[in-house]
């Protein structure tokens, strides 16, 4: 079971399954700066996005107000383009509310880009649109969850472009462990004691431990919905660039090329659209040569950061 699992952990979106195309759904319209009422860990909040802008005179604040609120990423952090996406993931927490109200989360480590359009990798490869790809066309920020190998789920988020979207790969567990031991254990015949870092350490794994499948989490609004949420992590740094949202400093993130989609061609399969937090145990596949590259880059700008803190005065 476990060299199974291991195996659909190298499944992308490369690998596809047949699928009737049909019209993709549009998704449900509401008014400019308002969110529904939704209900995050039982407390009912009311996210009123222009009342808040309108009420914060300080440029930053007024662009988070518009990304967080009430604990969770709103639709301009995920209506960015898919590598962008893919990287400001890395580091924030991925919250799971199941139907009793326990909470699971998992801090996000591995993310893959699949922007679509040219990209052969992608279920959406030249505009392809199916009833099993159609949340990739739903608003950024909208849960797809495929099944594959006939008996595996894969999780992903729309983000901005037609049929662009992130496959989550693994993530580091934070809370619910009990419970991820106990899914990770359904199947197995004799049970088995995960270290935490195995316990998520794949697209596969993750949705296990995670209790993420196609009947209950796809075609989902993450800005919205209290099964599934994204929740910023505090960050400990400083960055110049606004675009750059992600909880963990750019010299600490590798860009490799993605795992499972030879198939795909040369041309695809070695673009740099996986991304990772180095150094992670939770990470399900390392490229060791990559990380040699960032960690020399990291030793630069250390260097150079002792240099100006001697030059102050």
């Given at each position: 079971?476990?060299?199974?699992?291991?195996?659909?952990?190298?499944e992308?979106q490369?690998?596809s399954?047949?699928?009737?195309?049909?019209?993709?759904?549009k998704?449900?319209?509401r008014?400019?700066?308002q969110?529904k009422?939704?209900s995050?860990?039982?407390v009912?909040?009311s996210a009123?996005?222009?009342a808040?802008?309108?009420g914060?005179?300080?440029k930053?604040?007024?662009r988070d107000?518009?990304?967080?609120?009430?604990t969770?990423?709103l639709?301009?952090f995920?209506?960015?383009?898919?590598?962008?996406?893919a990287?400001?993931?890395l580091?924030?927490v991925l919250?799971?509310?199941?139907s009793?109200?326990?909470?699971l989360?998992?801090?996000?480590?591995e993310?893959e880009c699949?922007?679509g359009?040219?990209?052969r990798?992608?279920?959406?490869?030249?505009?392809?649109?199916?009833e099993r790809?159609?949340?990739m066309?739903?608003?950024?920020?909208?849960?797809?969850?495929?099944f594959?190998?006939?008996?595996?789920h894969?999780f992903?988020?729309?983000s901005?472009?037609p049929g662009?979207?992130?496959?989550?790969?693994?993530?580091?567990?934070?809370?619910?462990m009990?419970?991820m031991q106990q899914?990770?254990?359904?199947?197995?015949?004799v049970?088995?004691?995960y270290?935490?870092h195995?316990?998520?350490?794949?697209?596969?794994?993750?949705?296990?431990?995670?209790?993420?499948?196609?009947?209950?989490?796809n075609?989902?609004d993450?800005?919205s919905?209290?099964?599934?949420?994204?929740?910023p992590?505090?960050?400990?740094?400083?960055?110049?660039?606004?675009?750059?949202?992600?909880?963990?400093?750019a010299h600490?993130v590798?860009?490799?090329?993605?795992?499972?989609?030879?198939?795909?061609?040369?041309e695809?399969?070695s673009?740099?659209?996986r991304?990772y937090?180095?150094?992670n145990?939770?990470?399900?596949?390392?490229?060791?040569?990559?990380e040699?590259?960032?960690?020399?880059?990291?030793?630069i700008?250390?260097?150079?950061?002792?240099?100006c803190?001697?030059?102050?005065p």
């Amino acid at each position: 079971m476990e060299k199974e699992i291991d195996d659909a952990d190298g499944e992308s979106q490369g690998t596809s399954l047949h699928s009737v195309e049909v019209s993709a759904r549009k998704p449900r319209k509401r008014p400019v700066g308002q969110l529904k009422v939704f209900s995050t860990r039982n407390v009912e909040v009311s996210a009123d996005i222009s009342a808040t802008v309108a009420g914060n005179q300080n440029k930053t604040s007024e662009r988070d107000s518009k990304i967080i609120a009430n604990t969770r990423f709103l639709d301009s952090f995920y209506d960015v383009p898919c590598d962008q996406l893919a990287k400001n993931l890395l580091g924030h927490v991925l919250v799971r509310q199941l139907s009793d109200g326990k909470l699971l989360k998992g801090r996000i480590v591995e993310t893959e880009c699949y922007p679509g359009g040219e990209d052969r990798a992608s279920h959406s490869f030249q505009g392809k649109m199916t009833e099993r790809n159609a949340p990739m066309y739903m608003k950024p920020g909208t849960t797809y969850v495929y099944f594959t190998y006939g008996m595996y789920h894969c999780f992903n988020i729309s983000s901005q472009g037609p049929g662009a979207a992130v496959l989550l790969r693994a993530i580091e567990p934070l809370e619910g462990m009990d419970y991820m031991q106990q899914e990770r254990n359904k199947k197995r015949k004799v049970a088995c004691m995960y270290k935490a870092h195995q316990l998520a350490n794949g697209p596969s794994k993750l949705c296990i431990s995670m209790s993420i499948d196609k009947g209950s989490c796809n075609a989902q609004d993450m800005c919205s919905w209290d099964g599934l949420w994204i929740e910023p992590a505090e960050r400990d740094y400083q960055c110049g660039d606004s675009t750059w949202l992600a909880a963990v400093e750019a010299h600490k993130v590798v860009a490799t090329s993605r795992i499972g989609i030879t198939s795909s061609g040369a041309e695809w399969a070695s673009k740099p659209y996986r991304f990772y937090v180095i150094g992670n145990a939770s990470v399900s596949k390392r490229d060791k040569i990559k990380e040699k590259e960032v960690m020399s880059i990291a030793e630069i700008l250390e260097k150079e950061k002792r240099r100006c803190g001697s030059l102050t005065p």
